[in-house]
């Protein structure tokens, strides 16, 4: 079997090669493996993987250089495999036990080891965590939409014969009461079950007799077994539970016998049937035949089985739980949160990714036996340390200060939820039994509130962090915040700086002087890019009043009154110009509906330039200058106006104009 180990993406090799040529392989890294929303509006996850995560681990370093050869050739790469044939992992692991309840954000592993022997492992991680934990959540959900057992059985729908075989330990950790996959029975001691198939019946003949007699043979050859009957091959009720009935008691099969029997349905109405066939098993005496349920359920369908009433005493799910079907793809992340002690973290456009810096643990609270909060903490910090003695602590909402709660010194107990699994590349962790798993999660459900374990609607747990980790983390996201906009570009949009609006067939008030504030303004910041926005009207543009317009012809293209006033001119060039009303029957304001001769808008060069703050110039304030302000204002751009490097109509309408930007946030200078 391939070495799991290396299940994983080229570039955590590609980063690695770097790390180690740079010198940064051997640095101190700590990485949060975490998940940020559960699946299906859950509150919560169940862990499973970990054990597999240590194997996995364990297998780093055990391939020899012609293995690393075959993804990473070439003699550049020949020392970087020299280094990865012997790198054996030599860091401490951190992590929840199997069948832990996790909340969002907490971590679920933590590595802490090496840059580079950190890094690779988070591919291979991350496919061991995600698929255990979709499998093990959706189990919760499903076991939880009833009071009866529910059996695993989803081995042909799984992707894979490895998604399989841990998929189904994964759903008995959250609640299965056993599964069919007979390889997780040889490696985890879980006794594995199964009935029949319809194959089974109709061998014997596609015929009611052939159904009896597939039943007689099937009690005979499992005698001393549980014994289960699959009855809805032709027909449940007219054939399916009569013939049942007989085959159990033609064998002796009743109330006394001590293995435990039963019929399957896996068809049609199940409410419906399972409460015929009650009443007909009842009649027979047969009162201790239990009634199992299987065909595509899922907590859904369940949940509503149980409010009909049906009679069903346990249930068969299949790929909902083995796919994980409605939410498929588990969403745990693996980040680095500290290299070198300096705790580090990722800063995203989306607000749901941030993370939560440093090297981190985790305690749950509980009081008077429920769990009433978790708290992350940087490990050691003020908190941590309260917690730790049990002294009286105060946790606050992360987003909401006046929402905090108190647990007061001797009402509260607190455990931490990660412990030390791997020390110094060894395994140290705890070996438990699969049922101990089970039970273990079984136990934390128990302690958690009604409402928290509802399918729909829960109520949300408790989930905070501590002053130490907020304040941290609000004093990366200010430093990092500062350095942007203290590197942040600056650009300086000149618009309609043209002979027309300055001393031609549209001059405006204040012209000559706006084009000299301007040079200035350029002069005085050389390392400034300038973009100019110019009218470049056709002859019979449709706004001229000769054409039904409202303007005198102006900037009319290959006239002296469409070219930029001179001084500026000296600093425009070809792709920094940007040409608006070049159609006729198109009348344009905006700086940003124009563009130059490549086809590119004035808001694709702002970006490929990276600026994000932009001083406007330009003619006149009233008309173009407020509308490409008020567009770029609409982008996100940071927006200064010039204002003695303005010109405009009329006085009134300028002064007008100026208090509208002012209003909308666009700064004056």
């Known amino acids: 079997m391939l070495n799991n180990a290396y299940c994983s993406d080229k570039y955590q090799y590609t980063m690695g090669k770097s790390f180690l040529e740079s010198g940064n392989a051997e640095r101190r890294a700590v990485f949060n493996l975490f998940y940020r929303t559960a699946p299906e509006n859950n509150n919560w996850a169940v862990v499973s993987g970990v054990d597999e995560v240590i194997e996995m681990v364990g297998n780093l370093g055990n391939m020899p250089e012609s293995f690393f050869e075959k993804f990473l050739p070439g003699d550049e790469y020949a020392g970087f495999r020299k280094y990865l044939s012997t790198m054996k992992f030599t860091g401490n692991i951190y992590a929840m036990r199997e069948g832990e309840i996790a909340f969002p954000k907490e971590p679920v592993i933590i590595v802490e080891a090496p840059l580079v022997q950190a890094q690779v492992l988070e591919t291979p ?49 959250a609640g299965c009461a056993s599964t069919s996959n007979v390889l997780t029975e040889i490696l985890y001691g879980k006794p594995s079950t199964g009935t029949m198939a319809h194959s089974f019946v109709s ?28 009855i809805d091959t032709y027909d449940t009720l007219r054939c399916g539970i009569r013939n049942a009935i007989k085959a159990f008691k033609a064998n002796g099969i009743d109330n006394s016998y001590p293995y435990g029997y039963g019929v399957r349905l896996d068809s049609g109405d199940l409410a419906y049937l399972s409460t015929q066939c009650r009443k007909m098993l009842d009649r027979a005496g047969l009162t201790e035949c239990k009634i199992f349920a299987t065909n595509s359920l899922d907590e859904y369908l369940i949940s509503d089985l149980e409010k009909q009433g049906a009679r069903i005493d346990c249930y068969g799910v299949g790929d909902a739980i083995a796919t994980s079907k409605n939410n498929p793809c588990f969403g745990n992340v693996y980040k680095l949160v500290e290299i070198d002690h300096e705790p ?30 978790d708290v992350t903490c940087i490990r ?74 509802r399918l729909v609607n829960p109520h949300y747990y408790k989930v905070d962090i501590s002053d130490t980790l907020y304040d941290t983390k609000m004093g990366l996201l200010d430093k990092i915040q500062k350095e942007i906009e203290s590197k942040a570009i600056s650009a300086h949009v000149s618009v309609d700086m043209l002979y027309d609006f300055i001393d031609g067939t549209m001059a405006c008030h204040n012209g000559n002087k706006a084009a000299v504030a301007a040079r200035g303004f350029i002069k005085a910041h050389p390392e400034m890019p300038v973009l100019f926005v110019c009218d470049h009207h056709p002859a019979d543009h449709s706004s001229f009043k000769e054409n039904g317009g409202i303007w005198p012809a102006h900037c009319i293209q290959g006239t002296r009154g469409a070219e930029i006033e001179e001084g500026l001119a000296a600093f425009a060039c070809e792709e920094m110009t940007f040409y608006k009303g070049r159609e006729r029957d198109t009348e344009q304001y905006s700086g940003f509906e124009g563009t130059n ?35 770029l204002l609409a982008a996100g751009y940071e927006v200064y106006l010039l204002t003695d490097a303005l010109a405009y109509v009329d006085e009134e309408g300028h002064e007008k104009a100026i208090a509208e930007m002012d209003g909308m946030g666009i700064k004056m200078l």
Request: with cysteine; aromatic share 8%.
């Open 597 to 631: 001769n490549m086809g590119e808008s004035l808001d694709d060069k702002l970006q490929e330039l990276g600026a994000r703050r932009v001083y406007v110039s330009g003619i006149a304030t009233e008309y173009c200058i407020k509308a490409t302000c008020t567009d």
């Open 203 to 230: 061998s014997f003949g596609c015929s009611v007799d052939g159904e009896l007699q597939a039943f007689d043979t099937y009690i005979k050859s499992h005698r001393n077994e549980g014994l289960t009957l699959l």
């Open 380 to 453: 050691g910090d003020a908190l941590s340390r309260k917690i730790e003695r049990g002294e009286t602590i105060t946790i606050r909402d992360e987003f909401d200060s006046d929402k905090y709660t108190t647990f007061y010194k001797g009402t509260y107990k607190a455990r931490a939820l990660q412990t030390e699994v791997m020390a110094a590349g060894k395994d140290v962790s705890e070996k438990i039994s699969l049922d101990g798993k089970r039970q273990y999660y079984l136990d934390n459900l128990s302690r958690l509130g009604a409402s928290e374990k």
């Open 125 to 173: 991680m991350l496919c061991i965590m995600n698929h255990q934990m979709a499998v093990a959540t959706k189990a919760s959900r499903v076991t939880r939409a009833t009071s009866k057992p529910v059996s695993e059985f989803g081995s042909r729908r799984a992707h894979g014969p490895w998604a399989a075989t841990y998929g189904a330990k994964a759903a008995v950790i």
């Open 344 to 373: 580090v973290l990722k800063r995203s456009e989306d607000k749901i990714k941030l993370i939560n810096p440093g090297f981190q643990i985790t305690y749950r609270i509980v009081k008077a036996g429920l769990f009433r909060a």
